[in-house]
């Protein structure tokens, strides 16, 4: 484990640069993360955002740093902490291609909302994927990930849904066989009576 000390120089090289963010890859940078401050402050942001994405409004499981300032490292600025889906993360640190996008570009990325919409995805559990609209090709990038996003999301929805469903199914059935063996050995009582 880094010291205290160890930390807070990373932090402090990140303050001074602020478009440099190389310093997030450290070791340090993983330590803090699997610690018990960030869990908290994570914990605090997801909450404070009812666990929805800030970026495209779906359901958000990742605190984003906008900034790496100390005070938000401390848990002292909640305010430039923000909840996002796995879908916007990625989108935020990764262009389409898959190669790393720089830090100046994150901000812009996050803040590109959903506001131009796209047809909701159709789940049909026979099919292991809903299919793609119909105008696919001429979404966004964003939109496509989007997409993509709420539609795993509903699928895992439908899923788990229909797994309640059955769940629910098979205990009235073992209900109905335990009553049937309970009548039967009532009606066994009596015959001896
Ligand atoms: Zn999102
Ligand atoms: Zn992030």
Redesign the pocket.
């Known amino acids: 484990m880094p010291t205290q000390e160890e930390v807070r120089a990373v932090f402090e090289h990140m303050r001074q640069n602020p478009t440099d963010f190389s310093a997030v890859e450290s070791p340090d940078y993983s330590d803090y993360l699997a610690g018990s401050l960030w869990r908290k402050i994570k914990r605090r942001v997801l909450e404070r955002d009812d666990k929805t994405c800030q970026s495209c409004g779906g359901p958000g499981s ?1 605190a ?2 906008r900034s790496y300032a100390q005070e938000v490292m401390d848990g002292n600025a909640d305010h430039l902490l923000a909840t ?1 889906c796995e879908g916007c ?1 990625a989108l ?2 990764f262009t389409d291609q898959g190669a790393k996008r720089p830090s100046d570009e ?1 901000e812009a990325v996050f803040l590109e909302t959903k506001s131009q919409a796209f047809p909701e995805p159709h789940v049909d559990l026979r099919r292991n994927f809903p299919p793609h609209p119909a105008t696919w090709d001429r979404m966004t990038a964003k939109q496509k990930q989007l997409w993509q996003t709420s539609a795993i999301a509903l699928t895992k929805e439908a899923r788990e849904r229909k797994r309640a469903k059955a769940e629910r199914r098979h205990l009235s059935e073992s209900q109905r066989a335990a009553v049937a063996a309970n009548l039967k050995d009532g009606q066994r009582a009596y015959r001896k009576l």
């Open positions: 990742v984003h740093h996002v993360h935020i640190h994150w």
